[in-house]
């Protein structure tokens, strides 16, 4: 089990489209907004799993033209945010917008987010510690993954509002803006790679 703890944690930390789309809801928008997006993302996370494990999600993603549209739509979209993010010039922008996403724009991330399909797949299909008990080991998972998610996403959330917060000289904005594009193309690629295999 306890593997399975430090593969959701790795897992989960790591920038994706998730975490990063946190924190510039964080920076753009500050707390309440953002506790609105990341509520939306957790039930958008916790409908993936449910899907992986019921195996929906195998079955949906097993239909080319889905896979490829899934694809398309989160690429489109990581490459927008990428955009917006390395061509804010020396503000920490990490989504421009009027009006916050809110939790229909997190559910939505998810519903789309390669990353969030993967992990769960990952997660759910290896790192057995209960195998006599399924549904037992199943129920543990969701309630490990939910109990790391949670805390890792409002640090996120909380480092965005911190980065807006700070009075940075433009030079180390400008690092930060690209630093956090190019962790968006590299999910952006990733995810690319992943579909080719």
Do not use: C
Not at 23 to 40: E, I, M, N, Q
Not at 69 to 86: E, Q, R
Not at 120 to 131: D, K, M, S, V, W
């Amino acid at each position: 089990m306890l593997t399975f703890i430090a593969a959701v944690f790795f897992l989960i930390i790591t920038p994706g489209p998730g975490v990063l789309s946190t924190a510039g809801v964080g920076s753009g928008f500050g707390y309440k907004p953002g506790l609105r997006y990341v509520a939306g993302l957790f039930v958008g996370t916790n409908l993936v799993s449910v899907a992986v494990v019921s195996g929906m999600a195998a079955i949906v993603l097993s239909v080319p033209v889905i896979r490829s549209v899934l694809l398309y739509a989160s690429a489109a979209y990581l490459l927008y945010l990428a955009l917006k993010i390395a061509l804010s010039g020396t503000r920490i922008a990490f989504i421009r917008s009027e009006k916050p996403p809110g939790f229909l724009g997190g559910l939505a991330l998810q519903a789309i987010n390669p990353k969030a399909y993967a992990v769960n797949t990952a997660l759910f299909t290896g790192f057995p510690f209960l195998p006599d008990n399924l549904l037992l080991e199943t129920l543990s998972k969701f309630l490990v993954m939910n109990a790391i998610w949670i805390p890792i996403h409002l640090l996120w959330l909380s480092a965005g509002v911190y980065l807006h917060r700070l009075n940075l000289s433009e030079r180390s904005h400008l690092l930060i803006n690209i630093a956090m594009a190019v962790s968006m193309l590299a999910v952006v690629a990733l995810a690319a790679l992943a579909q080719l295999r």
